[in-house]
């Protein structure tokens, strides 16, 4: 059975995890694919690394086409876990906000999560591996956590650790001085080349394996939500007929940092990351999970 402790005497950390995604170049439930030796999905290493680490609640945010199903999923694998008393609560993103075929993005995901936290909370992607010391080396940031409104901390990857073995992807490119994330800009058409360089194609930059990069790993204060739902009616009043543009988290916290109004503590770790998009992904991350204990 899984232990939880907190991550200090006086915090209790709500994790959010962002389930809502409509996976539609995967063609089906992504976040319910069987990537683990034992048919686990990418969401139960989330919960039981999380839990481990020291968060005491989860908060799913899903779509509610698929909420009936990611519940019986998750309350399947917590007895599994051992973690049948963990607070789990589910909220529909699209039970939020103007009715849209796609999800409005990350920020909108993280600000539906609001009534069901208290305090600082961490947030992540339902279908994504961190591995167990990302959470472990989060926490450990936590500890040194002021918990004040303008602290946030970041979990950096290395990108050479995030890269799939063929395809382009997005990467938030993170710039860090002194453990403080000055800057997170989007890169798109992200790659690996034959020579083993990493390229950018927007912008066109090459980047270095050690590059710090952002896989949407965060601990907010609370204010977080409110600056999420100021800039949200800004977005709408942009992108109310538009179908593809998402609010995204780094667009918030770059602004935040811009404005002076956040610090974000970032902490490194050397875990590998992986994920699917394509259904061609899932026995790459089959192979790479089979020997996780």
Avoid at 35 to 41: D, L, M, Q, S, T
Avoid at 120 to 133: K, Q
Avoid at 207 to 233: H, K, R, Y
Avoid at 251 to 265: C, D, P, Q, S
């Amino acid at each position: 059975m899984i232990q939880g402790v907190y991550c200090s005497d006086q915090q209790m950390l709500t994790l959010v995890v962002m389930a809502a995604g409509v996976g539609s170049r995967y063609g089906g439930i992504k976040q319910l694919a069987a990537v683990g030796p034992k048919g686990e999905a990418f969401l139960d290493f989330t919960i039981g690394d999380a839990v481990e680490a020291g968060v005491s609640k989860v908060v799913i945010v899903v779509r509610s086409s698929i909420e009936d199903a990611i519940r019986r999923h998750v309350e399947s694998s917590l007895c599994l876990l051992g973690l049948e008393s963990l607070e789990v609560a589910y909220i529909c993103q699209d039970e939020h906000g103007p009715k849209r075929a796609k999800p409005w993005g990350t920020a909108h995901a993280a600000l539906v999560a609001a009534k069901e936290v208290s305090s600082s909370f961490m947030i992540c992607n339902a279908d994504d591996y961190y591995g167990p010391s990302a959470f472990q080396t989060l926490c450990e940031g936590l500890k040194r956590f002021d918990d004040v409104d303008n602290e946030a901390l970041l979990c950096g990857y290395r990108l050479g650790f995030t890269l799939p073995e063929n395809g382009a992807v997005s990467r938030g490119v993170c710039q860090v001085e002194e453990g403080l994330l000055i800057d997170i800009v989007e890169h798109h058409g992200v790659t690996r080349l034959l020579d083993g360089s990493i390229v950018s194609s927007d912008p066109r930059v090459v980047l270095a394996d050690n590059t710090v990069v952002s896989m949407n790993l965060w601990v907010f204060p609370p204010i977080m939500f409110d600056w999420i739902e100021e800039g949200f009616q800004c977005f709408l009043a942009d992108h109310s007929d538009d179908a593809d543009t998402e609010y995204i988290l780094p667009a918030i916290v770059a602004a935040k940092i811009n404005e002076g109004l956040l610090r974000v503590r970032t902490v490194v770790t050397d875990d590998h990351w992986t994920g699917i998009t394509h259904p061609e992904d899932l026995p790459i991350a089959r192979s790479m999970l089979a020997n996780r204990f």
